[in-house]
């Protein structure tokens, strides 16, 4: 039995399938009556006990795997649904910085005192980076053990020296993860970084454990 999960303003699905103890939700796009497969998420169909408003389907979608309405990164920490969104203002020429700046500070202007903003680090001179973020840590919104008996609740076990480094991410300030330190949440190197990742942007457990399953295989 299919299950529609999502469909986004852009016509994007997240279509949940059950099937021989397994779910699969596959994010689809539809030209006519024919639908396109653009990623499958597999995991172990079993109950999870982790339940918040910061984890969604939805903030899956503004992965930047496909299309998605790039407004929503602009609002989505406002409104209660994400800890942190990044975004990026593209830059045709040098002058266009200092309006870049200027939006920024307009987006700062706005914010409730819960939310920060500032400007990432920079990968390259074509654009300008900024995010948007809860004020805290990931343990002020998740139980991590909570988290991680989840995850053992998949398959999917960590070591000790894991755990710690986990427990160390949840507890520095959200928006130092605009720094790139200590470590960048856009080029995880490890399976706990991607978990670490997978909170502070919001996206479903299962999501991230599928991403880890599929890596073990």
Not at 72 to 88: P, R
Not at 112 to 138: H, W
Not at 140 to 153: A, G, M, P, S, W
Not at 159 to 168: E, M, V, W
Request: with cysteine; proline share 3%; hydrophobic share 35%.
């Amino acid at each position: 039995m299919k299950q529609l999960l999502l469909q986004s303003s852009l016509g994007i699905q997240f279509n949940k399938e059950v099937s021989k103890g397994q779910c699969t939700v596959k994010v689809q796009t539809k030209t006519g009556k024919r639908a396109y497969t653009l990623r499958r998420y597999t995991y172990p169909n079993v109950k999870l006990s982790v339940a918040s408003p910061f984890l969604s389907w939805e903030n899956l979608n503004c992965c930047n795997g496909w299309a998605y309405d790039k407004g929503y990164l602009l609002t989505a920490v406002q409104e209660g649904k994400k800890l942190y969104a990044g975004s990026t203002i593209g830059l045709q020429s040098p002058a266009d910085i200092e309006k870049a700046e200027a939006h920024l500070e307009e987006i700062r202007s706005t914010l409730p005192d819960t939310c920060l903003a500032g400007k990432e680090i920079v990968t390259n001179d074509r654009s300008f980076p900024i995010y948007i973020c809860r004020r805290g840590q990931l343990k002020d919104y998740f139980n991590l053990e909570q988290v991680l008996e989840d995850y053992k609740r998949m398959g999917i076990m960590f070591s000790a020296q894991d755990k710690r480094i986990l427990f160390y991410l949840g507890s520095i300030e959200l928006a130092q993860f605009a720094t790139g330190k200590p470590m960048c949440y856009f080029h995880c190197i490890s399976d706990v970084e991607l978990m670490a990742t997978g909170l502070l942007l919001g996206y479903p457990l299962e999501s991230t454990a599928s991403l880890i399953l599929e890596d073990q295989t």
